[in-house]
């Protein structure tokens, strides 16, 4: 079955507490990004990548590092994570299209608590 | 800059009553546009897009959406809802010019709840 799965689907943690968050993709797809959402604002972007090493910043990086050292992989770093960014995190995939067809594929979510 | 604005926050509705869930997005060039639909305690999921050819679009689930290009809208449809339509929808736009990343933005969101 093709999906984008993400570990762990909820977690509680405190103030500083390093955590990653795990994506992983089975369609072989290029693109990745990393979404969180918030009520009222919708989601928005905290980091893409392209392909394999090849990562930039979305709309709203800061606190947050990610790396991709496999098609497939694409995690998601706290390295020192604060209240503000208690949050439900959404991770997508799509194919690079020749004309941008978009459509996204998305993760289950990992609701994230930071005390 | 794109931008999306979804004009109403939650929208309630009888079961088996018509729903209009309204879009609006503000670009100077032509978009690509997306309804995403997220049901409980689920990731998103695409009901339908426009990329070009007939301003009428048809999703999965009897929904339809309608581009206007004057008016910048691309509001979704559906003429009878029913209690499993209960959730989050989702608007967003992209640029079809970009040929590296192209990025895509998203409303947020417009709650629909369907009453029995």
Same mark, same amino acid.
């Given at each position: 079955e093709a999906q984008v799965t #993400? !570990?762990?689907?909820?977690?509680?943690?405190?103030?500083g507490k390093k955590l990653t968050v795990t994506? %992983? #993709? !089975?369609? !072989?797809? =290029?693109?990745? %990004?990393? &979404?969180?959402?918030?009520?009222?604002l919708?989601?928005? #972007?905290? &980091? &893409? %990548?392209?392909n394999v090493e090849v990562t930039d910043k979305g709309d709203v990086p =800061?606190? &947050?590092k990610v790396s991709r050292k496999e098609k497939r992989n694409f995690p998601l770093i706290l390295e020192s994570p604060s209240p503000n #960014?208690? %949050?439900l995190y959404f991770c997508a995939s799509r194919p690079r299209a020749a004309g941008g067809n978009n459509e996204q594929f998305f993760g289950p979510g990992t609701r994230l608590t930071v005390l | 800059a794109q931008s999306v604005t979804q004009l109403d926050s939650q929208v309630p509705v009888f079961e088996e009553a018509p729903v209009e869930l309204r879009c609006n997005y @503000? @670009? @100077?060039? @032509?978009?690509?546009?997306?309804w995403y639909v997220q049901y409980p305690n689920q990731g998103l999921q695409l009901l339908l897009k426009y990329l070009s050819g007939s301003t009428l679009v048809k999703g999965i689930n009897g929904f339809e959406a309608e581009f206007n290009k004057s008016q910048?809208?691309?509001h979704l449809r559906k003429p009878s809802v029913h209690i499993s339509d209960t959730a989050e929808y989702f608007c967003a736009v992209s640029d079809p010019r970009k040929t590296s990343y192209d990025k895509v933005i998203f409303g947020p969101g417009t709650s629909l709840s369907v009453i029995p």
């Open positions: #993400q !570990n762990p689907r909820y977690l509680i943690t405190v103030t994506c %992983s #993709q !089975n369609m !072989n797809h =290029e693109y990745m %990004s990393w &979404y969180r959402q918030d009520p009222g919708g989601l928005r #972007q905290i &980091y &893409y %990548s392209m =800061e606190g &947050y #960014q208690t %949050s | @503000s @670009s @100077s060039v @032509s978009v690509y546009l997306f910048t809208s691309f």
